[in-house]
């Protein structure tokens, strides 16, 4: 690790203009900290945006929940970016209002990293690729020339992507706060604005290089729900029980009422640089009950454009398992 200088900012703004050019956001640090110590990272200065609760005015608890008058979309929840992932499974609110964030809030990494792991820190972690991670290797994202999972190891890689990179996306609450049609709270050049998670992550697309599609002088703020779905689900597949990442995540959305489903999202985690969800699968789960059967034909048509690699297309089968067990949580 390179020797680096440490701030600590109270504000979105003061943090911006602690971090630089070359400077990053400490939270958790659980990824940050990995990256600098394998020098795939070297900052000149690490920024402790710990402090820093624009949502809040500095309160303590970092989940306001608003109300809910029982009409969607009128329920507000505002998460803090500093907001623990442990702090997110074990709130009442989120597990009555938000069962499929607290799902997948639980599935991350072990009860130690989710005591310090944060909400910003698992929705701008970078990439897992075992190439991105060699010190010793220049992979395409790194700036190099090559993708080398396109033909070696490529087990845990994409099944879709719109560029030659095929890391995968590996936030969990990526994927449930898509399907919940979330809004990430952004501050950038003293304006607050509020973008999609698709925004979020839309850079990743598109471009080998990108993470995600916030630049130096951006500031995550947190995070806002409205309950415009009133069942929500999250499932993964993991090659270990617990303490692994998703090989295939899914997450599901939609207001369910005598076993038939409107404003469907169904959402896939670790097959795309993206949450990936097709909209022609949403349109055709509207209305439908919620059967075994609809729920197949809806996995078939997410996964209509896959293209596997050599070694991960088992992500296929796995991925149509998943999303049919998602969908039918929904009834329950």
Known sequence: MNPFQYATATTPDEAISLVGKNGRYLGGGIDLLDEMKAYILSPDVLVDVKSVNPLLGGKANP??????????????????????????????????YYPGLVEAASEVGSPQIRNVATLAGNLLQHSRCWYYRQPDIVC?????????????????????????CISPVVSNLAVILTALDAWINIRSKGKDQKI????????????????????????????????????????????????????????????????????ARVVLGAVAPVPY????????????????????????????????????????????????????????
Not at 217 to 243: D, M
Not at 311 to 318: C, E
């Open 140 to 164: 395409l994202k790194r700036g190099g020339n090559t993708c080398f999972a396109q033909e070696g190891e490529n087990k845990y890689s994409s099944l879709f992507s719109g560029c030659a």
């Open 277 to 332: 969800m097709v909209k022609e699968a949403n349109d055709f789960l509207e209305g439908k009950p919620l059967t075994d059967e609809t729920a197949s034909k809806a996995a078939d048509i997410i996964l209509k454009d896959a293209k596997p690699l050599a070694q991960n297309g088992y992500k296929v089968p796995l991925a149509h398992t998943l999303i049919r067990r998602t969908l039918l949580a929904l009834n329950s």
């Open 196 to 263: 999609s998670v698709d925004m979020l992550y839309h850079s990743a697309w598109h471009e080998p290089f990108a993470h995600n599609s916030l630049k130096a002088e951006t500031f995550l703020t947190g995070v806002s729900l409205h309950t415009q779905r009133n069942r929500s689900a999250y499932r993964q597949i993991s090659e270990k029980s617990s303490f692994d990442w998703a090989l295939v995540s899914c997450a599901a959305a939609g207001n369910v009422a005598n076993g038939k489903i409107t404003d």
């Open 63 to 96: 989940i306001v929940f608003v109300g809910h008058t029982g009409v969607p979309g009128s329920s507000v929840c505002n998460l803090e970016s500093s907001v623990t992932i442990a702090q997110m499974a074990s709130d009442a609110n989120l597990q009555k």
